[in-house]
């Protein structure tokens, strides 16, 4: 029987999962890493360029990307409280005001600093449709590259309100069956890419990759670390094949086929590898990983802004300036610094009092649906766990 999930004692209510702030901070690191070394390498003949060579083998950004993506699978599905009125609503909500406010911000200025200040056409037109964050939809440059894993998140969010009306959100083994489903159309549609008979093209493709990746956090979230299914057998064994299909079979399998270079799936194995670590094995919960989990977001959104105002400053210096000779560790460095001192901020100002707007707006709304006749009323055996 597929059994509706349920919390553990380890999540109670108004328990933050710690470890999961420090993925959310190691993975905005790796993003700033790869950005700033793939830029400054090419600021002049400078010492560290391994740093830029070994991140972009690896592709550390990508890694730090999909452990986002498990993340989000990890968290958003159970911030739907379908035991409370209006679960929807309130959902939706809460999370315009946890995301919207900071990218707002993040607009112009990523539009002054990616685009403007150097001389490269950026238009009323695009300025305007970044607000709505489906930009890529309509064909609008985005102020900046990174904006399209925010409208995956987008995605995700929808997925999880249709699964829901689907009485299926907190069905694990109907989460389970999507996701192997956008595994396979993916797996699929590569198979037939290197075979010579193209379906999808690749960011199509990608896009069922990439929401299949964001229900294996939630799967393994119900299925290990809340072990709210350990009775459920078939669900454990398909998680656990999922996960290897994901770690194991599907990079191996496409370095046989294409080989290692320039290979997506390899950083998707080891973003999910790392995700699993964090997780389970090597947990991190100090206060400096709980600070960088809640400005990881800001991180994120705001360092290409530091980066490319400090290259910006450094390429109008003469090239035999002590400032444009530092070893490619030490631009790294001072780019973290500064970005994290600009996304303290932005969460200061920004996110913090956008997120406590949102749970008053929400809380309105449930109030509201609950008043109204026939207001949800949560059923027996049916609370899902607290996000």
């Not at 190691?26 to 890493?33: G, T």
């Not at 400053?313 to 444009?324: E, K, V």
């Not at 026939?374 to 766990?385: E, H, I, R, W, Y």
Request: glycine letters at 8%; hydrophobic letters at 55%; one cysteine or more.
């Amino acid at each position: 029987m597929d059994v509706p999930s349920t919390s553990s004692p380890a999540n109670a209510k108004g328990t933050r999962l710690r470890r999961i702030d420090a993925l959310r901070g190691i993975a905005a690191l790796l993003v700033v890493w790869l950005h700033v070394a793939e830029i400054y390498a090419g600021l002049g003949p400078i010492d560290g360029k391994w740093l830029h060579e070994w991140a972009r083998s690896v592709d550390v950004g990508r890694i730090g990307v999909v452990a986002f993506f498990l993340v989000s699978g990890f968290v958003v599905p159970f911030s739907i409280r379908r035991d409370r009125p209006g679960p929807i609503g309130s959902f939706l909500v809460k999370r315009a005001f946890r995301i919207f406010p900071a990218y707002w911000l993040s607009i112009p200025l990523g539009a002054l600093t990616g685009w403007w200040i150097w001389g490269r056409e950026f238009s009323g037109r695009d300025f305007l449709l970044n607000f709505t964050m489906l930009h890529d939809v309509f064909g609008a440059r985005p102020a900046e590259g990174l904006y399209w894993t925010l409208l995956v998140e987008l995605v995700f969010y929808a997925l999880c309100v249709v699964l829901l009306l689907a009485n299926s959100l907190h069905r694990m083994r109907r989460v389970w069956c999507v996701a192997a489903l956008f595994t396979l159309v993916y797996s699929l549609s590569m198979l037939l890419r290197w075979a010579g008979l193209p379906t999808l093209d690749s960011p199509a493709a990608f896009w069922f990759l990439n929401l299949s990746v964001m229900l294996c956090g939630t799967l393994y979230r119900t299925c290990v670390f809340d072990r709210a299914a350990a009775g459920d057998r078939w669900l454990q064994l398909g998680v656990a094949s999922l996960f290897a299909f994901h770690l194991l079979a599907l990079p191996l399998g496409s370095t046989w086929a294409v080989g290692f270079e320039r290979n997506a799936t390899i950083p998707y194995a080891l973003g999910m590898l790392l995700f699993v670590l964090g997780v389970s094995v090597v947990p991190l919960a100090t206060r400096a990983t709980d600070w960088l989990g809640r400005i990881s977001y800001s991180i994120y959104l705001f360092h290409p802004i530091v980066f490319l105002t400090l290259l910006w400053w450094l390429q109008r210096q003469p090239d035999a300036s002590w400032w444009r000779s530092w070893h490619l560790g030490t631009y790294l460095l001072v780019n973290i610094g500064l970005t994290l001192v600009v996304a303290d901020l932005v969460y200061r100002c920004v996110e913090r009092p956008g997120i406590a707007l949102g749970r008053r707006v929400a809380a309105r709304w449930q109030a509201r649906a609950g008043a109204r006749p026939g207001g949800l009323q949560p059923a027996a055996g049916m609370v899902a766990p607290a996000g």
